[in-house]
C-alpha cells in the first residue's frame, strides 16, 4: 500500500481543503507513491518521533501538528526543525500531517472535547468551522464544572479568568489556540469558554463570562487515538503486511512543577 492510500483514508475523515489558509496539513516530507512499510502516529513531529518511527520499522509518520508551517531558510541538524527534517529524509520517512482540517472533521478534535464535557445543541462556534458551542446535560455550580473540566481532561490545574457566581450552562470550545474567538464565545451567550494558549490581559472578563485555559496539547491529544482507530478500521478489511502503531515517545513539550 502507497502512502497516498494511507492519506486517502485520513482525508476521508478530513478533507484537506478544509483546512485553513495558513496552515500546511498534508505530505510535508517525502512521496506519496512511498510504499509503505509501517505507519507511526504522534502528536507533532520531534527528531525523537522520526527515530522512533526508524527504530520500529516504520516509514511513515502521521501526526496532527505539521513539522513545517512556514518557508525554511536553513536545514541544520542543530536545530529542532532541521533535526526533525534530516532524520525523516535521511531515513526515507514520509511525514504527513492533519490539522486544522481534522479539527474541523465531524468527530474530530473538537467534537472529542465536546464529547468530553457531554455538549449537547451543538453549533459552530466560528464561521472558519472552527469551535463549538453546547449545553451542559444540566446547570452545574462553577467550583463544580472546574473539578469535572480537570478530570475529563485528565489535568493536574488549569488556569482561568476569575470565576463566574451564577451556574454554567452553556459551554463554548476551542481546541489549540482559540484565543482570537473569545468574542465569539461572547456572542454566542456561553458562560465558560474552553481552549488553550490564552494570553494573560484576556483573562480580565466581564461579569457573567468565564475563560479557563486547559492547555493546547491537552485539548487536542486524544485526536492521535482517533487518527489509529480510523486507520485500523479502514485497513482491517484490507490485506496488509505492516503495523500502524502509536508513538510512545512523543510527549507534551510543556512541564508543570
Known amino acids: 500500500m502507497k502512502a497516498r492510500e494511507i492519506a486517502d483514508i485520513k482525508e476521508g475523515f478530513a478533507p484537506l481543503p478544509t483546512q485553513e489558509p495558513w496552515d500546511n496539513a498534508g ?81 474530530g478534535v473538537n467534537d472529542l472535547m465536546a464529547d468530553r464535557l457531554g455538549l449537547k445543541n451543538r453549533t459552530l462556534l466560528s464561521d472558519e468551522g472552527i469551535g463549538l458551542v453546547g449545553e451542559l446535560p444540566e446547570p452545574v455550580d462553577t467550583a463544580e464544572f472546574i473539578t469535572f473540566v480537570k478530570r475529563q481532561f485528565g489535568l493536574r490545574s488549569l488556569r482561568t479568568s476569575r470565576p463566574i457566581e451564577g451556574p454554567v ?26 481552549s488553550g494558549d490564552i494570553s494573560y490581559h484576556n483573562f480580565f472578563t466581564g461579569k457573567g463570562f468565564m475563560l479557563m485555559d486547559i492547555g493546547h496539547y491537552e485539548s487536542e491529544i486524544e485526536i492521535v487515538d482517533k487518527f489509529i482507530s480510523l486507520l ?19 510527549n507534551n513539550p510543556i512541564y508543570y512543577f
Open 232 to 250: 485500523v478500521a479502514e485497513l482491517s478489511e484490507k490485506t496488509i503486511t505492516f503495523a500502524v502503531l502509536r508513538s510512545s515517545t512523543n
Open 27 to 107: 505530505f510535508c516530507i517525502g512521496s506519496p507513491d512511498t510504499e509503505v512499510k509501517g505507519v507511526l502516529v504522534g502528536f507533532d513531529c520531534t527528531p525523537e518521533l522520526i527515530m522512533e518511527a526508524v527504530e520500529k520499522g516504520a516509514n511513515m509518520v502521521i501526526t496532527h501538528h505539521p513539522l513545517i508551517f512556514k518557508g525554511v531558510r536553513k536545514i541544520s541538524p542543530d536545530t529542532f526543525l532541521g533535526s526533525a527534517i534530516t532524520l525523516a529524509v535521511k531515513n526515507d520517512v514520509v511525514v504527513y500531517a492533519a490539522h486544522t482540517n481534522a479539527d474541523k472533521a465531524v468527530q
Open 169 to 194: 450552562r452553556k459551554v463554548a470550545l476551542c481546541s489549540g489556540s482559540g484565543g482570537s474567538f473569545i468574542d465569539n464565545a461572547l456572542a454566542a451567550g456561553a458562560d465558560v469558554y474552553i
